[in-house]
């Protein structure tokens, strides 16, 4: 039993001849003439390719209308990608991201189409843009792979639509782990030595593209087509096969060597050879240990997804020990990178970024289409697991429909709408302008603009050159990356530099409840020390600008003196022998985790302030450094008050006597922390913060 249709070949008939009737010598030849076309096959599934990937289009330019958001996180990092390349610095040399250098290049090409060049209004043509490379790219898979028929990639195409695949930004990933795949199995496939090693050369250079556009894609993808390849060695007995992986990891190994020899010849700053693959695995880390969610979905619908993964995992088995040699090799491939997949949603286990884990599980399940219904057992069974995913899929919805028609009936102008994407302008939000508005002014046109913690847009909105050692800041929650970050910090202070301080977002799920300044200390305490607040005036939008100052801030640590009323492996209680107004505590801590943790989804700490038993405040903890001591900050003050401690007038702190602890929950995905540690707590610089009815009573004075 196979999951796919090899393109069938004609076998000429050389034995003996029978006179037909007419009628049916005319219908033969019409039945010969379609199937000499081969039009049943491959010619009919190019049309649904065609029709479907040019409704896709559609689809992503209807959605096209209503602008993207330059605030979220991926389209804060494309505009600052956009605004770095046209600076000529390029990720991974001059700078650190979670995007490498191709997806840079991408955003750059949009920018330079659109009428202004300016990042910030070509945003909308990026993420068109990315939306339609889905398209494209998950075409190329049904067409080079053969054995896929026409009635499968329908089906895909029907899945597509009324679940609502590839539907964010960066989903193009997914379908080039799967374009990875099918250039494997081409590899196998091919017929002679020579499009072998062709084919295996492509493969390499299209698996060194994918690394370039993230770097966890370009590991995913070496490791799902060495499965591929060996599948195909292992089951065809070739050794001509041989030859081709040699091909493929020479190809992948000489072009890396090549990248690092660019970036180490072209750098502007000191570096060693491997630093861009060394500061990508870093990113990787952090992300393991400071960006976990925990899992979103319902447990009916995680049942019904883990079910259908496990019904596609089987199909690929069965075919790959029943099924030609070539249909086994992709089969390999599609399940090792379903797997793969899958489980970059066991960090961050979101529903959008579960939607994507999964989505390599409906492409095989689309692919197991029956192609006749001669064995019905298997029929109804992949009816059931497919109305399985429908029900169960957490984005499926009627709206793609909806959004063709609107362009069928001429609702939507498409000529009107890409003309929008082309000339576009996205001036910064009004509270924006009020508060960056001195940022334009003549003098420091020139000087570089660093935004802190998040919003890299705005550098392109007021049209200032950007700062920004990790474009991610979020990402930067290691020692190795903090100390890059400083050594960038350092040098570009010396020559001119301006800092954008913007609000936290500790209410977003994505940083589980972690203030900056607790995932990036050591970048904190410099930006303390070294800037201070140009204005004193209120922000409605809590963007405020800071200023390097002359000589750096001297600083004081007033060691707070505690008594443990109460204390686990995992959780204590710490009360203060003085009341404290301390507004930046400075913790040090060590979590400790099993063995086991480094392959689960790492929880840290919850953590309370309280004052005489009335909780003032709640954060998190994440482990910087697992099984270490580390030393980190929290505060208990106002988000919207916290660009104050920038300042050099008191500000009124927060009154609290009691610090409670204890391990943040963990799923079965997730390790959670078994022995927590408070080594010590320390005010930074307790004069500053007065408490609040003293502050209440000078002002009364004051006034």
């Known amino acids: 039993m196979s999951l796919f249709q090899l393109t069938p070949v004609r076998v000429p008939n050389n034995g003996s001849k029978t006179n037909a009737s007419p009628r049916t010598s005319k219908v033969s030849d019409l039945r010969n003439y379609v199937a000499g076309m081969n039009f049943g096959s491959q010619g009919l599934k190019v049309a649904v390719v065609l029709v479907f990937t ?11 209308q209503k602008p993207p958001d330059p605030a979220t996180f991926e389209g804060s990092s494309l505009v600052g990608l956009a605004t ?9 040399r001059d700078f650190q991201s979670m995007y490498g250098p191709a997806t840079q290049v991408l955003a750059w090409i949009c920018t330079i189409l659109t009428s202004s060049q300016s990042p910030l209004d070509a945003l909308g043509l990026m993420v068109f843009f990315f939306c339609a490379a889905s398209a494209v ?12 028929s026409w009635k499968q990639a329908a089906v895909f195409y029907a899945f597509f639509i009324f679940l609502n695949l590839f539907s964010d930004v960066f989903n193009f990933r997914t379908a080039l782990l799967l374009l990875n795949v099918a250039f ?6 091919a017929e002679t030595l020579s499009r072998r090693a062709l084919w295996a050369a492509a493969t390499g250079l299209l698996c060194f593209i994918s690394q370039l556009v993230t770097f966890d894609l370009g590991f995913y993808a070496a490791v799902a087509i060495g499965f591929t390849l060996i599948a195909g060695l292992a089951l065809e007995r070739n050794n001509e096969l041989l030859h081709s992986v040699g091909t493929f990891l020479a190809t992948l190994a000489m072009l890396n060597v090549a990248l690092v020899a660019l970036f180490k010849l072209t750098s502007s700053e000191p570096a060693l050879v491997f630093d861009y693959h060394n500061y990508a695995f870093e990113m990787l880390r952090g992300t393991h240990n400071t960006l976990g969610i925990l899992w979103q979905l319902p447990f009916a619908e995680t049942v019904a997804l883990v079910v259908a993964s496990l019904y596609a995992l089987v ?32 960090v961050q286990s979101d529903t959008a970024h579960l939607v994507t884990a999964f989505t390599p599980v409906v492409v095989i399940i689309s692919f197991t289409f029956p192609r006749d219904w001669s064995a019905p057992k298997w029929a109804v069974v992949w009816l059931i697991v497919a109305a399985t995913v429908i029900v169960a899929w957490p984005t499926s919805s009627i709206s793609a429909p909806t ?18 994407l082309h000339t576009a302008r996205r001036p910064l939000e009004d509270t924006v302008k009020a508060s960056v508005g001195n940022l334009e002014r003549p003098d420091h046109r020139d000087v570089p603009l660093l935004p802190f913690p998040y919003d890299t847009y705005i550098a392109s909105g007021v049209r200032r050159p950007l700062f920004a050692p990790v474009l991610e800041t979020y990402g930067v929650s290691t020692q190795y990356l903090e100390d890059y970050y400083l050594k960038g910090l350092q040098r570009r202070r010396q020559v001119g530099l301006e800092i954008l301080y913007g609000p936290d977002r500790t209410d977003d799920s994505l ?3 972690v203030q900056a300044i607790t995932r990036s200390p050591d970048v904190f305490e410099y930006i303390y020390r070294n800037f201070a607040l140009v204005s004193e005036d209120v922000h409605a939008d809590g963007h405020y600008l800071l200023a390097p100052v002359d000589e750096p801030r001297q600083v004081r640590f007033e060691p707070l003196q505690f008594s443990k009323t109460q204390e686990s492996l995992g959780s204590g209680t710490m009360k203060l022998k003085t009341p404290s107004s301390c507004g930046l505590l400075r913790v040090e801590l060590q979590l400790g985790y099993t063995r086991r943790s480094s392959l689960l989804r790492l929880s840290g700490i919850d953590v309370y302030l309280s004052d005489r038993d009335r909780r003032v405040w709640q954060g998190s903890i994440r482990a910087l450094e697992p099984n270490q001591k580390f ?12 660009h104050r401690v920038f300042g050099h007038e008191s500000l009124p702190g927060v009154r609290w006597d009691k610090l409670e602890y204890r391990s943040a929950p963990a799923d079965l995905l997730g390790a959670k922390a078994t022995q927590v540690e408070i080594f010590g707590l320390e005010c930074l610089d307790p004069q500053k913060f007065v408490p609040p009815t003293e502050f209440v009573a000078r002002a009364s004075i004051a006034n």
């Open 84 to 92: 770095a390349m046209q600076q000529g610095a390029l990720s991974g």
């Open 631 to 642: 030393v980190t900050y929290i505060s208990p003050l106002q988000p919207s008050a916290f």
């Open 184 to 189: 494997a199995y081409r590899v196998v496939a």
């Open 315 to 346: 199909r690929c088995g069965i075919t790959m020990r029943r099924s030609h040699p070539h249909d086994a090799s992709l089969s390999s491939g599609l399940a090792v990178a379903a797997v793969l997949w899958l489980m970059t949603g066991f």
């Open 403 to 420: 959004d063709l028609l609107e362009l069928v009936r001429g609702e939507v102008d498409a000529g009107e709408t890409f003309r929008e």
């Open 54 to 64: 040019l409704c896709w289009f559609f689809i992503v330019l209807a959605r096209s």
């Open 137 to 148: 790219l998950m075409a190329a898979v049904l067409l080079l792979c053969d054995g896929v």
């Open 511 to 513: 940083m589980g409840g």
